[in-house]
């Protein structure tokens, strides 16, 4: 398995708090992304990163950031957390852009759920 | 831009049955398609992908699938399942541009009864 921890694995957290997510990587891969994944609708993109400090927005980025100070991890931070917001979240890297000679490597998830 | 259809959102199937999970795709531009695979609370993990040429693509744990330009379909097959193939089964299309921009179906998921 590709080095990808996320953390935590889970979280129960309150409407309008702050929440962080964490994945770290092993493999230094250059791209890294966020999705959440829900009932009826896969896995969406949230943000994704191609390197230290650049990122951009996925389909779903509504009320979420992203930061990149180090190759080896990307923050997805919830502002203020909604009940829309619980979902299960997967990080994923890949070595360089292209999806056919690079595929994406996923973490286990992390389970939020905002009550 | 692209989307992906699977329209099974469950297979039951009995050890040792053939099974196939259907896959349809739109896409205006030519693609790379691919199958994931999740297990219980655990990420995804890459089962087989179409890039070009043979258009009958063979994956891990003894899967395959077949890319039809026609009929934009990648339907994903099994000859014999075993209990240990109960899981959830994603189909993905990415454009051929300089993006790793995943589209995701819907997620089927395969029930191997004993």
């Known amino acids: 398995d590709a080095g990808i921890t996320q953390s935590p694995r889970h979280k129960v957290t309150e409407t309008g708090t702050p929440v962080t997510l964490r994945c770290h990587q092993t493999?230094?891969?250059?791209?890294m992304y966020w999705y959440r994944q829900d009932p009826g609708h896969g896995l969406r993109l949230i943000h994704y990163s191609y390197g230290v400090k650049d990122t951009d927005k996925g389909e779903v980025s509504d009320g979420y950031s992203v930061s990149r100070s180090k190759t080896e991890d990307f923050l997805l931070t919830l502002e203020s957390a909604t009940s829309s917001q619980t979902s299960v979240y997967f990080c994923a890297i890949s070595e360089s852009q292209g999806a056919g000679n690079s595929p994406l490597h996923f973490g286990n998830g992390t389970r939020l759920t905002v009550t | 831009a692209q989307s992906v259809t699977q329209l099974d959102s469950q297979v039951p199937v009995f050890e040792e049955a053939p099974v196939e999970l259907r896959c349809n795709y739109s896409?205006?531009?030519?693609?790379?398609l691919f199958w994931y695979v999740q297990y219980p609370n655990q990420g995804l993990q890459l089962l087989l992908k179409y890039l070009s040429g043979s258009t009958l693509v063979k994956g891990i744990n003894g899967f395959e699938a077949e890319f039809n330009k026609s009929q934009t379909s990648f339907h994903l097959r099994k000859p014999s399942v075993h209990i240990s193939d109960t899981a959830e089964y994603f189909c993905?299309?990415?454009?051929?541009?300089?993006?790793?921009?995943?589209?995701f179906g819907t997620g089927t998921l395969l029930a191997v009864q004993p």
């Open positions: 993905a299309v990415s454009d051929r541009g300089a993006t790793n921009k995943l589209i």
């Open positions: 493999e230094n891969h250059r791209y």
């Open positions: 896409s205006s531009v030519s693609v790379y």
